[in-house]
């Protein structure tokens, strides 16, 4: 099985790679296209025609993107994710809830929950 970071070195460095159609994942690869200034409008342009085939979509990432290596950074999660994550853990709510009760919690009540929260261990 190929990753799709493997195809997206493959279209950006236009380096030979062996691998069925059904192995590329267009969301994926379009998703690493984005995070990289150069190449973020031919993801915008594919993301625009998700319907089309997806050789047809491979087709046009190789031939469109200039060859060079690429190195875009993926986003990570932020300490709010973490906190909302505690307060979905403690209270069993879904996120879109635990995001408004992180809304209406000042600073110090986030410091004390995070303190009440902390278990210990790695």
């Not at 099985?1 to 690869?29: A, G, R």
């Not at 200034?37 to 469109?64: C, H, P, W």
């Amino acid at each position: 099985m190929i990753s799709p970071f493997d195809i997206i070195k493959h279209l950006s460095e236009k380096t030979p790679l062996e691998y069925e159609i059904s192995q590329y994942n267009p969301w994926m690869v379009n998703r690493g296209f984005s995070n990289m200034m150069d190449t973020v409008f031919f993801a915008e342009a594919m993301n625009k025609y998700y319907s089309l085939d997806k050789d047809i979509q491979r087709d046009f990432l190789y031939f469109g993107i200039p060859k060079g290596k690429r190195w875009g950074k993926w986003t990570k999660q932020s300490d709010i994710n973490n906190i909302v994550g505690l307060i979905m853990n403690k209270y069993q709510c879904n996120r879109q809830v635990a995001e408004t009760y992180h809304k209406l919690m000042s600073p110090t009540d986030i410091k004390q929950f995070e303190e009440k929260m902390n278990t210990g261990g790695r």
